[in-house]
Nanobody, 121 residues
Framework: QVQLVESGGGLVQAGGSLRLSCAASGRTLRNYAMGWFRQTPGKEREFVAALSWSGDSTYYADSVKGRFTISRDNAKNTVYLQMNSLKPEDTAVYYC??????????????WGQGTQVTVSS
């Protein structure tokens, strides 16, 4: 079992930055592809960013490409999402997810509880 706990969400003005963290316990994240997803009320959860389990490939939704960066610190067993140049449309609950040994996360085995990000205009 892997437990994922997100943190770092909050309220920020448009153009600002936040860094989300996803701390894992139970298993090492080295064996997992990781991803960040987000959801707003009444909408489907959508893909934001992903990191392959090998750690050598990253993937981003077009809407965040060039602004968000996913990374992993193996020593801390933590995955991050650095979010820059935030826009009001980035407002959502952000979820961390893990899937074992795949190139890109598609069907997560584990989800975090989510952290709220609100971007004011």
């Amino acid at each position: 079992q892997v437990q994922l706990v997100e943190s770092g969400g909050g309220l920020v003005q448009a153009g600002g930055s936040l860094r989300l963290s996803c701390a894992a316990s139970g298993r090492t994240l080295r064996n997992y592809a990781m991803g960040w997803f987000r959801q707003t009320p009444g909408k489907e959860r959508e893909f934001v960013a992903a990191l392959s389990w090998s750690g050598d490939s990253t993937y981003y939704a077009d809407s965040v490409k060039g602004r968000f960066t996913i990374s992993r610190d193996n020593a801390k067993n933590t995955v991050y999402l650095q979010m820059n140049s935030l826009k009001p449309e980035d407002t959502a609950v952000y979820y961390c997810a893990a899937e074992i040994r795949v190139q890109i996360i598609i069907a997560p085995d584990y989800w975090g509880q989510g952290t709220q990000v609100t971007v004011s205009s």
